[in-house]
């Protein structure tokens, strides 16, 4: 099995890194934020844990 030529592993590394970046980015402009007004108004529920030692 021949190897492949430094330039081929350095083509494929880039194209692996910036194939990692599209996708982290996409997944980062894609999330839904909620707005400070609908986080205002629901109620935060704070459920206490009493260890029973």
């Known amino acids: 099995m021949p190897q492949a030529a430094p330039l081929y592993w ?3 590394f ?3 890194i ?3 970046l599209m996708f ?3 997944n980062y ?3 839904n934020s909620n ?3 609908s ?3 629901k ?3 704070k459920t206490l844990f009493n260890w029973k030692w």
Request: proline share 4%.
């Open 24 to 26: 982290n980015t996409i």
């Open 43 to 45: 109620s935060i529920k």
């Open 35 to 37: 707005s400070p007004l």
């Open 18 to 20: 910036l194939s990692l």
């Open 39 to 41: 986080c205002a108004t």
């Open 10 to 12: 350095l083509i494929l």
């Open 14 to 16: 880039l194209f692996f």
């Open 29 to 31: 402009f894609t999330m």
